[in-house]
């Protein structure tokens, strides 16, 4: 069964930077889309960015343009860029397959917290 563990979060100030990883335990999700998910909370858990097995890459509007996902099969790496952070972008990140096709299927890791103070 593929674990995955994220990390990488932390407290940064508006405006900065931070660069999450996602490791996985087997190599079978190197055939899946995987995508990282936020949940803020009260609220819902939310796919913010995918990237297929092929390396085609995909954003939710509200981190479009800010945030670069990036995998490397090889090494069962998962990456999430996050640049000029907002105090909304506050929330436990996590990793797991998804897609426009395809939901989560692997178990939730522990995930990451992503603090971004005003």
């Known amino acids: 069964q593929v674990q995955l563990v994220e990390s990488g979060g932390g407290l940064v100030q508006a405006g900065g930077s931070l660069r999450l990883s996602c490791a996985a335990s087997g190599n079978i999700f190197s055939i899946n889309a995987m995508g990282w998910y936020r949940q803020a909370p009260g609220e819902q858990r939310e796919l913010v960015a995918f990237i297929t097995s092929g390396g085609s890459t995909n954003y939710a509007g509200s981190v479009k343009g800010r945030f670069t996902i990036s995998r490397d099969n090889a090494k069962n790496m998962v990456y999430l860029q996050m640049n000029s952070l907002k105090p909304e972008d506050t929330a436990v990140y996590y990793c797991?397959?998804?897609?426009?096709?395809?939901?989560?299927?692997?178990?939730w890791g522990q995930g990451t917290q992503v603090t971004v103070s005003s």
């Open positions: 797991n397959s998804g897609s426009s096709y395809i939901g989560p299927i692997y178990k």
